[in-house]
Nanobody, 114 residues
Framework: VQLQASGGGLVPSGGSLRLSCAAS????????MGWYRQAPGKPRELVAV???????NHVDFVKGRFTISRDIAKNTVYLQMDSLKPEDTAVYYC?????????WGKGTQVTVSS
């Protein structure tokens, strides 16, 4: 599976961005797709995940601000990020969990200025 993430950029605190992750195959065949992020000097951490059945889960520090969704016809998963904070600054990565293997896309930089 190849994953192409896009949509990062520089925004002021309180702003919004929408990240996209386009998969090279049907996302129905993927157990779960997720967004992770990694800030400088910190480990990569889960942000949100959506299963093949459409069930979503968001980690506590983004609940109410970020929303993961998908467009099955486009084999694309999105991360809508609202009310961004400087601490959300990180490289955001898309992940595809096939069950027996994980695939990662190249990250997209999100920078939130204070």
């Amino acid at each position: 599976v190849q994953l192409q993430a896009s949509g990062g950029g520089l925004v002021p605190s309180g702003g919004s961005l929408r990240l996209s992750c386009a998969a090279s195959e049907s996302i129905f065949s993927i157990n779960a797709m997720g967004w992770y992020r990694q800030a400088p000097g910190k480990p990569r951490e889960l942000v949100a995940v959506i299963t093949s059945g459409g069930i979503t889960n968001h980690v506590d520090f983004v609940k109410g601000r970020f929303t993961i969704s998908r467009d099955i016809a486009k084999n694309t998963v999105y991360l809508q990020m609202d009310s961004l904070k400087p601490e959300d600054t990180a490289v955001y990565y898309c992940n595809a969990d096939m069950g027996w293997e994980n695939y990662w896309g190249k990250g997209t930089q999100v920078t939130v200025s204070s």
